[in-house]
């Protein structure tokens, strides 16, 4: 097997699938999926998927993707199938790749990979005083803000409080009327 990834190989089979380029992924999670296989060939070929997680051009971890509980799966002529399952990696800011090996020449004949960036490390706004790196010269004015919404805040509050507001009214009246009689 070629340790290179190809995008769109095309002559012995394509593989996509519905990740995104990257995704802020926590490690020890599951990555749901939906790969689509597809061969172009005239002839019924079989593949087998490998799951590759890297970084900087290091391998960390290699292993096959059992499809159907079987590691090698055929596809018919100018056909494809659709796998729905899920991945998981044990590390985030790395590139996670699934490559299809083609059985006969056991050549990568495609690939597909996201990059799973790690997760913030704080709910705060970077900028939010107490988060790390926030001081009084570099972090957001908060304060100008709130001096901007605050005009819309109050017109908020008191534009229920200037509606005519006819049904208490007419509650008035018949509570008055009561009260005569």
Request: charged share 20%; net charge negative; proline share 7%.
């Amino acid at each position: 097997m070629s340790p290179e990834i190809t995008v769109m190989g095309g002559e012995l089979g394509n593989i996509f699938w519905d990740l995104p380029p990257w995704m802020v992924y926590a490690p020890g999670y599951d990555l749901g999926c939906t790969i689509y296989v597809a061969n172009p060939t005239d002839t019924e070929k079989e593949y087998t998927l490998i799951s590759r997680l890297s970084s900087n051009e290091t391998v960390i971890t290699e292993e096959a993707v059992k499809v159907f509980g079987y590691a090698w799966f055929k596809v018919d002529p100018k056909d494809f199938i659709k796998l729905r399952g899920a991945l998981r990696a044990n590390e985030s800011g790395t590139v996670l790749s699934v490559l299809l090996i083609e059985r006969e020449t056991e050549e990568v004949a495609d690939s597909v990979a996201t990059s799973l960036v790690a997760p913030a490390t704080s709910s705060l706004p970077p900028s939010w005083p107490g988060t790390t790196g926030a001081t009084t010269t570099t972090g957001f004015d908060w304060s100008s803000m709130l001096m901007m919404l605050f005009p819309l805040m109050m017109l908020g509050m008191m534009m229920p409080a200037s509606r005519p507001q006819e049904g208490k009214k007419e509650e008035r009246k018949q509570l008055t009327i009561g009260r005569q009689e």
